[in-house]
């Protein structure tokens, strides 16, 4: 038999993209990411499954990321802004568990299976004394941000571990 009979598609060819380009940028300075005061840089964009894992799995663990850095993997072209955001904290008590809740909400974001994908912003998280992950929208209101909050509700282990959820403009 030759290749031929076989009809094998080359995959490393052929990517599985996704709803939008995503990208990823880290602030080292713990600052304040916003237009006027700019610490982050760009490190990886990608529009494809395949690309998001290899990015993905070159980042280090949550449980030993430096206090202070702030990671935000964002809708390319855009930056957080003074829009509404909601903010998960979790406590060190679930630090084993960091990890696998923050790769539930990007796979979350990235699937474009969150509630209101179409005004996503992003996602960031920042690591202190406790992990915050926020989920930034361009545009909202207590309705939205709530339906969402809802739906992070739904994510397996989310609820017990989870120690505050709150809204922010």
Not at 71 to 80: A, C, D
């Given at each position: 038999m030759t290749e031929e009979n076989w009809n094998v598609r080359n995959y490393h060819e052929e990517k599985h993209q996704l709803s939008d380009c995503w990208e990823l940028w880290v602030d080292e300075m713990s600052g304040s990411f916003s237009s006027s005061e700019l610490n982050a840089k760009s490190i990886a964009i990608f529009q494809s499954v395949e690309d998001f894992w290899s990015v993905y799995l070159s980042m280090s663990s949550l449980q030993v990321m430096p206090k202070g850095v702030d990671?935000?993997?964002?809708?390319?072209?855009?930056?957080?802004n003074n829009g509404q955001k909601i903010i998960l904290s979790f406590s060190e008590k679930v630090k084993s568990e960091w990890d696998i809740i923050y790769q539930q909400i990007v796979l979350w974001c990235i699937g474009s299976t969150i509630s209101y994908y179409t005004s996503l912003v992003g996602i960031s998280y920042s690591v202190g004394s406790s992990l915050k992950i926020s989920i930034w929208y361009s545009e909202s209101n207590k309705t939205m941000l709530n339906e969402v909050v809802r739906d992070i509700n739904l994510i397996p282990n989310m609820v017990e571990h989870t120690t505050r959820i709150s809204m922010k403009n």
């Open positions: 990671v935000y993997l964002l809708k390319s072209g855009n930056t957080p």
